[in-house]
T-cell receptor
Framework: NAGVMQNPRHLVRRRGQEARLRCSPM?????VYWYRQLPEEGLKFMVY????????ESGMPKERFSAEFPKEGPSILRIQQVVRGDSAAYFC?????????????FGEGSWLTVV | SQQGEEDPQALSIQEGENATMNCSYK?????LQWYRQNSGRGLVHLIL?????REKHSGRLRVTLDTSKKSSSLLITASRAADTASYFC???????????FGQGTRLTINP
């Protein structure tokens, strides 16, 4: 059973470009979470999605950031018009059910560098 | 409010010694989990302890939870160089549908 797959692992973008990060959850998992980690810091929650629905986006910046988890295909975290401050590691996690009492499984992360 | 504050922020010990990391949180929780992160890698789940449990063991790991003090500790016994990593606690608060992470403890095991 493959783990949570994220790609690309490393991405370099110039200021103003778009970054698109993909996450395929573990087989059988329908709950996806995105987290951001700045250097030397902990993970900050961004958004929680189930298939075709955004359940909690309280951690998403109001502008330039969007996320989706379509019926078919991976979850996508999209960052438009990137700025240097968007440079971070973006982690996706998945779980089979709601989080309470359940472990969530993390991917290896996508490391975004904005130059 | 910030959940899951770990201390110390950094810990350096000799191989073979025990390492203890602490985590405090602010609101009522359903569960508390500990994760390990090696440099440049994703998070690996170590152990989950439920709010009605006080202690849990897994191999060389021992986790305690004191809900009256809103704190948890992670003990790694007989440390090895391979234990060098950052360790994070994460809580899921009652009614919430997300894990909230602390800033982590950077553990260095010196050979």
């Amino acid at each position: 059973n493959a783990g949570v797959m994220q790609n690309p692992r490393h991405l370099v973008r110039r200021r103003g470009q778009e970054a698109r990060l993909r996450c395929s959850p573990m087989k059988g998992h329908s709950h996806v979470y995105w987290y951001r980690q700045l250097p030397e810091e902990g993970l900050k929650f961004m958004v929680y999605l189930q298939k075709e629905n955004i359940i909690d986006e309280s951690g998403m910046p109001k502008e330039r950031f969007s996320a989706e988890f379509p019926k078919e295909g991976p979850s996508i975290l999209r960052i438009q018009q990137v700025v240097r401050g968007d440079s971070a590691a973006y982690f996706c996690a998945s779980s089979p059910n709601q989080i309470s009492g359940n472990t969530i499984y993390f991917g290896e992360g996508s490391w975004l560098t904005v130059v | 409010s910030q959940q899951g504050e770990e201390d110390p922020q950094a810990l350096s010990i000799q191989e073979g010694e025990n390492a203890t990391m602490n985590c405090s949180y602010k609101t009522s929780i359903n569960n508390l989990q500990w994760y390990r992160q090696n440099s440049g890698r994703g998070l690996v789940h170590l152990i989950l302890i439920r709010s009605n449990e006080r202690e849990k063991h897994s191999g060389r790991l021992r986790v305690t939870l004191d809900t009256s003090k809103k704190s948890s500790s992670l003990l790694i016994t007989a440390s090895r160089a391979a234990d060098t990593a950052s360790y994070f606690c994460a809580t899921d608060a009652a009614g919430a549908q997300k894990l909230v992470f602390g800033q982590g403890t950077r553990l260095t095991i010196n050979p």
